[in-house]
């Protein structure tokens, strides 16, 4: 079995191979032959048997680009894992306001075609004092601002889609809990936590992430997000954070090329080359 795993174009500045290296290694052990393949230059898919869009980041610079990749891999003769109609789903952070519109507990989102002081005032008005905003074509917390009371709209969001919610303090408390799934079944559970003064939690941000026990109802909300999705996640990572009150809310639902921190799960990530195992031999083409 050859699998291609979209890593990010060459000039992508990030450090990936963290990531990618912990997930090659775990579908090697399972016995499946693994090419990374850039996903700017990915052509002559015919010869894999499945394409694995686990390190696309990058992808939200070249939105148009990576729209007509998934548009390539939907009518392609063997599948993509995860689907590309999730992947497109997932692509725009809008899905936000679909799945509270479901009933699926999610920090509280508005999403503004422009964003503008007055648009922001609207925000306030309905979020209160404290909000973060973010594009909705975005990942890795490019383009994310907190905005303090009577703080202005920062330049490079004036105009633009952006999507915003109000700050939840238990991200510099608490932090952001990360489930992951694979196959519908839970796996492992990291916390990641911002580094003093910041309230991003990536790595590359001076984020840092500890293995933990799911939080109380985490996995229920878990379950209960993807089931809203429109098609079923071979790989998922569930981000989620506690409310005012306690309870838990969905701030993202990781599906195109999510860190997957194999190196907290069990067996080094066995599960997830099994999951991937069973849906290429059940999916669909494309």
């Known amino acids: 079995m ?31 032959d693994v090419e990374p393949l850039a996903w700017t230059e990915a052509r002559d898919l015919e010869r894999f048997d499945a394409v694995l869009p686990l390190v696309v980041w990058g992808y939200h610079f070249r939105f148009e680009q990576w729209l007509e990749l998934l548009d390539r891999l939907e009518g392609r003769a063997r599948p993509t894992i995860n689907p590309p109609a999730l992947l497109r789903w997932n692509s725009d952070k809008s899905y936000l306001e679909q799945l509270a519109a479901n009933g699926v507990a999610t920090v509280p989102s508005r999403s503004f075609a422009t964003l503008d002081e007055a648009a922001l005032a609207e925000a306030r008005a309905d979020f209160g004092d404290q909000l973060v905003v973010k594009p909705l074509i975005s990942a890795a917390a490019d383009g994310t601002y907190r905005l303090g009371p009577g703080d202005p709209l920062p330049g490079a969001a004036l105009g633009q889609r952006m999507l915003v919610q109000p700050f939840m303090p238990s991200i510099a408390t ?105 849906a290429i031999g059940n999916s669909p083409p494309g």
Request: one cysteine or more.
């Open 2 to 32: 050859r699998v291609a795993v979209l890593t990010p174009a060459p000039d992508y500045w990030e450090q990936w191979d963290w990531a990618y290296d912990s997930e090659a290694a775990a579908l090697r052990a399972a016995g499946i």
């Open 174 to 278: 608490t932090g952001e809990y990360s489930l992951i799934l694979f196959g519908g079944e839970f796996s492992h559970a990291i916390v990641k936590r911002p580094k003093p003064g910041d309230f991003r939690v990536q790595p590359h941000l001076g984020g840092s992430d500890m293995a933990c026990d799911p939080p109380p109802g985490g996995i229920a909300l878990a379950r209960a997000a993807l089931a809203a999705a429109p098609a079923r996640a071979a790989y998922a990572r569930v981000d989620m954070i506690a409310d005012n009150d306690g309870g838990l809310l969905i701030i993202e639902l990781e599906l195109i090329e999510p860190a997957l921190f194999l190196h907290h799960a069990p067996e080094q990530g066995k599960a997830f080359a099994s999951a991937i195992k069973a």
